[in-house]
């Protein structure tokens, strides 16, 4: 019989479908903080339910969505992904965990912004994020 335990970590599943404030003339809004439960130290992201939906009504618009990820030493990488008309997007979640260099993820902030003086777009950004 094995003296180590079946599961190492204690692990909990989140789906995350949280509104992304989108900020005007070319600002962005309130950012979106996705962070570790209580009891948890790190994010990992399911790759395959990872992204953005952007909605209502495009009158020239611009959308320009950020997400910034911290790692556990406080560094941070950003990505943006830009639409001008509704529809979904992904973000490579595998392209993400490969760029880590074996950092841990501490934290996910999304941030929208258009370039117009008013919106009627809204952007929802989905994460299924599995937490250690």
Known sequence: MSEYP??????????NASSVEVGLSDTYGAETVIDPSSGFSRILL?????GCVWGGTFNGDTITVR?????DDDSTT????????????Y????GLRNMTNNK????????????QASTSVTVIVRMVTSQE
């Open 6 to 15: 079946l599961h190492r970590y204690k692990r909990t599943r989140t789906d």
């Open 46 to 50: 399911n790759p395959y339910n990872f």
């Open 67 to 71: 997400l910034t990820v911290t790692y």
């Open 78 to 89: 950003e990505h943006t992904s830009i639409k001008t008309s509704a529809g979904a997007a």
């Open 91 to 94: 973000w490579d979640a595998y």
């Open 104 to 115: 841990s993820i501490k934290q996910l902030s999304v941030a929208a912004k258009t370039d």
